[in-house]
């Protein structure tokens, strides 16, 4: 064995050591019990421009099993647009929240209309997501938002592969999420991440407005993950 060979064998071993070590502090991101955060959102086909932006905060607080997604003018969110003919029919894109409720039902709220409705409860599966809902998540490498790394998880969820992006403090980064149906567009949010805040957000913002009263006429199934 030459000198320089043992060399090149020295440095393999220093990189595989770093490597290995690097893994290793790489464990899924465990989400803290409570936090709140806003966003912007876009909706997009493979390679092309958006579709629709819009801005959101979501608020969460899984100690109380309570969480709320507000999604801003413009948004075309799934469970809002499924109900906005109902709830909202002059402007089907206008602001709309998601509640998981202490009730543990989940409502649809159109604000500017007060108009809400439930589309389905704990017992049909939409319940809120869960702290560890990434516990068996791949890593696929960093990417920089708003100027910091940014570590990459992926799952698989039930209608799309979904991405979370998180910086080594675990504040959020990105998420987005790939149907399984090519046809449906990819939903990205990005994270205003000065934006974070992990303190248990105020209790006044999950309770269900006076006039969620009702079921709604199209019920939806399984909304497990990020809605
Ligand atoms: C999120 O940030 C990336 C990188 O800065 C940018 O390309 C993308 O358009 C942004 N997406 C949204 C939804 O704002
Ligand atoms: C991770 O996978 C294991 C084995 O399939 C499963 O039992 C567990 O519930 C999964 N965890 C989550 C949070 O989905
Ligand atoms: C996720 O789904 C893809 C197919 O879309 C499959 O190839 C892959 O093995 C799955 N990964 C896990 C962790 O289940």
Redesign the pocket.
């Known amino acids: 064995m030459t000198c320089a060979m043992l060399k090149v064998l020295l440095l393999l071993h220093l990189t595989t050591t770093v490597l290995v070590a690097k893994a290793s502090f790489l464990t899924p991101p465990l989400w803290p019990s409570s936090y709140s955060v806003d966003f912007?959102?876009?909706g997009h086909a493979p390679g092309s421009k958006p579709l629709y932006?819009n801005k959101g905060s979501w608020y969460y607080d899984f100690k109380q099993n309570i969480g709320r997604f507000d999604k801003g003018a413009g948004q075309h969110d799934f469970a809002c647009q499924q109900q906005a003919h109902h709830l909202s029919p002059n402007d089907l894109h206008a602001p709309c929240q998601l509640l998981f409720a202490k009730d543990t039902n989940m409502y649809v709220i159109y604000p500017n209309t007060k108009a809400c409705c439930t589309p389905c409860g704990e017992k049909e599966f939409c319940s809120l997501i869960k702290p560890n809902w990434l516990s068996n998540s791949t890593y696929v490498g960093t990417r920089v938002?708003e100027g910091n790394a940014c570590y990459g998880w992926e799952i698989n969820g039930s209608t799309s592969k979904d991405y979370w992006f998180a910086t080594k403090m675990n504040v959020p980064c990105?998420y987005h999420q790939i149907p399984y149906k090519v046809s449906e567009a990819i939903v990205?949010?990005?994270f205003t991440q000065e934006s974070y805040k992990t303190d248990e957000p105020d209790q006044s913002l999950f309770l269900i407005p006076s006039y969620c009263k009702e079921k709604c006429p199209s019920a939806m199934h399984s909304l497990h993950a990020f809605p």
Do not use: D, G, L, R
């Open positions: 912007q959102e876009e932006t938002y990105e990205s949010m990005n």
